[in-house]
């Protein structure tokens, strides 16, 4: 067999390390019946590495690539333009250019061929490296085609491949480049279909774009294109545009630009007919490679032609139902802070620790609420109560979903359905079911029990080990679900944030009063949340009077600073205080769901740039003084309103009323925060333990580093400690499969289609260019923004107004020193509101793309009133 030359119809998937991405995928399509691919050849990777690999210029040019961080665009821009040069001026050898000869002959003299590089990083399903490389069109006779199959290979080092490889860790030396030399095609159209929708993501519609000429002309946006849409091949939309321009190719080798006549502009690239015989065809491509497909095909002769075809990577994932039933899913990331990826341990465990039935996607969690958007009464509840309540965009997306009619049927009212969806915490606010008087000391029973079943599990979990600890997690984790789903515990965390909603509804209605419960919830009692953010600021006091201590902390690199703190004057302090610290808050992290996440505990090093910024920010004595003044606020406010509400008629009645809901907001808001702070403690406690039999397996080599747990279920690991075997492939699958979902943004809400329905806001009256939100604490305030996507890279200076995508407990440590608060996601009672309102902080949470529509350093208005964003 040829090593340097293969024809497709001797290619298939097998072949991927010879002719690259899209090699293989055209000799997979030249392989489906009744799917017309144009003929012709790759030339393999075998032939790039040798005209490469002893090329001591190139070599040493690479090494020096290698060093360079993709940010260094301009070294980056000097080597790789040498390193083309240089490849282009290597003659192919002798055997390789008899070879394609060979494969010329096959053709016509004046047959033209397109030239383009095939890559083996390429149109892989977890990277789209699209027009990362060159392609030459109409390329005409041998000395021709073999100059553009080196313009090709010299491709691979264009400053953006580069670029592209360095930000996604693909190692120069190892991307191989075939080229593949594809009979041309004359088109009268051209263009691409996407078998499912790229916008919205929905599998049962077809999108294609069509334009007059060559597709290359469209795809680089250099003429219009209509686009059309399928589904179940009826034309579901059509949009026309007026084109005015076309690209062909000349006969004699080249291309040229010609203007449309007048009369075609407007005409439809295709007819009613070829647009379905298309949508059919896509169909075909995509059941034979199994996923959605982005294809790019020509019209020519009025028979379809097929040049090329490649996974769809941007699409999010579908929650598997059992079924073939229409499905609506709502995020569960979204109502939990955290919508960054869970590795699978993190999923099994909390899907261990929860009630709700819930289906995981792209490393996600969704709830399935058919069943609830099936009856009238669940509708109602969804909508209006628990989802709608806490997340407008939810509300909206919804709401669509039902006008549609027909996607979800009504049962009759007689048929409820109690099931999926259900939330934990379905407890309608609207009729303030719960407001129950409870006795004061009741919130610290139950944190005194919580803490007494902690201290229980630390003793016992320390006999346990093998399969035994296995399952002793596994009972343990039922005590969790108790404590977590307690009714007291539940009534109490109930009667809070009911007693808020009552207060802010009837001082609107009785005053005119917005958001009144914002300020009677500030410095609360018993909020383990803020209360962590203040214990911040204590250390600081601890730290601010030993500048030897401060000058070392901020040069500190590694986490075992802890034990070289103690050499200079105030070391031993320090420690002390950030152990204490520790002990009580170290089980928290961003994203703390997830039980692989690192631990403050973990990385002491996270908290160093916090408290840094408290020295640097604040007074001696700011946490105690800053929850007094929170406190006297909320006594202020409480006062101004029952003084307000004496003046009325029933005022006597009304103020006695109020003063009780007050006095349940001021009792029982805080332990909002408890529960989750819980069982966050009792994973940490869970995950210290698997951590040690990980270091049994290391030992064992049946894995290769501890945190290779992380990537197996809860089921997955027991099974392996058990047999000590493991497909040491899983884990390297599964870590790839966790850096695709990395990229993915996850939607709200997701139907079985795989359609995202996008919610809006439906708001007319905001400021010119102002970006809407939802108001989740209330105040007006201007500052500089801050945009900041891990905590440890934040750098705030006291005042500033901190943007990011989510704020879980573990941001609040920052919230001490911000003066306002804008997230991507969030809703009324998700913790960063929680917390912003206790810290009287201006907040708008679920404010779409804050962090890449705001700039860090951007001066900015914060509407926690009426819930908008302004740039100034």
């Not at 093998?466 to 307690?486: N, S």
Request: with cysteine.
């Amino acid at each position: 067999m040829n090593t340097y030359v293969i024809a497709f119809k001797e290619i298939d998937r097998s072949k991927f390390m010879a002719v690259g991405g899209k090699g293989a995928n055209l000799g997979e399509l030249s392989r489906i019946k009744e799917i017309q691919v144009p003929e012709g050849f790759c030339v393999t990777t075998e032939a790039y590495k040798k005209i490469t690999e002893n090329n001591r210029e190139l070599n040493s040019l690479l090494d020096e690539l290698t060093r360079l961080k993709a940010e260094e665009r301009g070294n980056i821009s000097q080597i790789s333009a040498k390193i083309r040069t240089t490849i282009e001026r290597t003659p192919i050898s002798e055997d390789i250019a008899e070879e394609i000869a060979g494969y010329l002959t096959k053709f016509d003299e004046t047959d033209a061929f397109a030239v383009r590089s095939s890559a083996t990083a390429e149109d892989l399903p977890t990277a789209s490296f699209a027009g990362q490389q060159d392609t030459y069109l109409n390329i005409i006779e041998k000395t021709a085609i073999l100059k553009h199959i080196s313009k090709c290979w010299a491709s691979l080092f264009t400053d953006r491949a580069v670029i592209y490889r360095l930000q996604n860790g693909f190692d120069h030396s190892k991307v191989y480049l075939s080229v593949v030399v594809q009979q041309m095609v004359f088109p009268q159209a051209a263009g691409i279909l996407f078998t499912a929708d790229p916008v919205t993501g929905n599998r049962k519609v077809v999108s294609i774009d069509a334009s007059f000429g060559l597709g290359e002309a469209m795809v680089s946006g250099l003429v219009n294109a209509d686009s059309y849409n399928v589904c179940d091949h009826k034309i579901i939309d059509k949009r026309i545009s007026t084109k005015t321009l076309a690209i062909y190719a000349l006969k004699d080798g080249g291309t040229k630009e010609q203007e449309i006549e007048l009369e075609k502009q407007n005409r439809q690239a295709l007819t009613d007919e070829q647009i379905l015989q298309l949508e059919r065809i896509g169909r075909k491509i995509e059941v034979h490679f199994g996923r959605p497909q982005d294809i790019e095909w020509c019209l020519a002769d009025d028979a379809f032609y097929i040049v090329q075809s490649r996974p769809i990577t941007t699409l999010f994932p579908i929650p598997e139902a059992n079924d073939q039933e229409n499905h609506v899913y709502v995020s569960v990331g979204h109502q939990q802070m955290m919508t960054d990826p869970m590795k699978p341990l993190g999923l099994s465990v909390w899907l261990l620790t929860t009630r709700a039935p819930m289906h995981t996607a792209g490393g996600r969690l969704f709830i399935d609420i058919t069943s609830m958007l099936a009856s009238p009464a669940g509708r109602e509840t969804l909508i209006n109560v628990t989802l709608g309540k806490s997340d407008p965009l939810i509300k909206s997306a919804l709401t669509t979903i039902i006008e549609r009619g027909d996607f979800i049927k009504l049962l009759p009212d007689d048929k409820k359905e109690s099931g999926p969806g259900k939330s934990d915490n379905a407890v309608s606010p609207a009729n303030y079911q719960t407001l129950n008087e409870y006795d004061p000391t009741i919130v610290s029973d139950l944190i005194k029990n919580s803490q007494a079943s902690i201290e229980a599990l630390k003793q016992n979990i320390q006999t346990k080990s093998g399969p035994d600890l296995y399952d002793f997690i596994l009972e343990d984790l039922q005590q969790l679900k108790k404590i977590a789903f307690d009714p007291q515990s539940f009534g109490v965390l109930m009667t809070g944030i009911n007693a808020s909603f009552w207060v802010n509804e009837k001082m609107n209605e009785w005053l005119g009063e917005k958001n009144a419960a914002d300020i009677l919830a500030q410095s609360v009692p018993n909020n383990i949340t803020s209360e962590m953010g203040l214990a911040l600021l204590n250390i600081a006091d601890v730290i601010r009077p030993y500048p030897k201590v401060i000058d070392y902390l901020q040069h500190v690199k590694n986490d075992n600073f802890l034990s070289e703190v103690v050499q200079f004057e105030g070391g031993q302090e320090t420690r002390d205080a950030i152990y204490a610290y520790l002990d009580k808050y170290g089980m928290r992290c961003a994203g703390e769901i997830d039980i692989t996440r690192t631990r403050w505990s973990e990385k002491p090093l996270t908290l160093v740039p916090l408290i840094l910024s408290n020295i640097k920010n604040f007074e001696p004595g700011a946490g105690n003084r800053k929850f007094e003044q929170g406190r006297q606020e909320a006594l202020k406010k409480e006062q101004e309103l029952l003084d307000s509400l004496m003046q009325l008629p029933d005022g006597e009645q009304k103020a006695q009323e109020t003063k009780r809901i007050i006095d349940l907001i001021r009792n029982f808001s805080g332990y909002r925060e408890y529960p989750k702070y819980g069982f966050i403690n009792r994973y940490f406690v869970y995950k210290q333990a698997l951590l040690k039999e990980a270091e049994q397996l290391v030992q064992a080599n049946v894995i290769h580093e501890k945190e290779d747990i992380y990537y197996l279920s809860f089921e997955e690991l027991r099974e392996v400690v058990r047999t000590k075997k493991l497909d040491n492939q899983i884990i390297s699958k599964r870590k790839d499969e966790y850096k695709l979902y990395e990229k993915l943004n996850p939607p709200r809400v997701i139907t079985s289609d795989g359609e995202i329905i996008a919610g809006k806001y439906n708001r007319e009256d905001l400021p010119a260019g102002a970006i809407a939100g939802m108001a989740v604490s209330s105040g007006v305030i201007e500052g500089r923004a801050r945009v900041i996507l891990k905590m440890e890279d934040a750098d705030i200076e006291d005042g500033d107004i901190l943007v990011t995508t989510f704020t879980d407990p573990s941001w609040t440590a920052l919230f001490v020193s911000i003066k306002g608060l804008v997230t991507e996601v969030g809703g009324l009672m998700t913790h960063g509101a929680v917390i912003a309102r206790e810290y009287g902080l201006p907040a708008v949470v679920g404010v779409e793309n804050a962090t890449r529509l705001i700039n860090d350093g951007q001066w900015i208005r914060v509407n926690g009133t009426d819930g908008y964003v302004e740039m100034l």
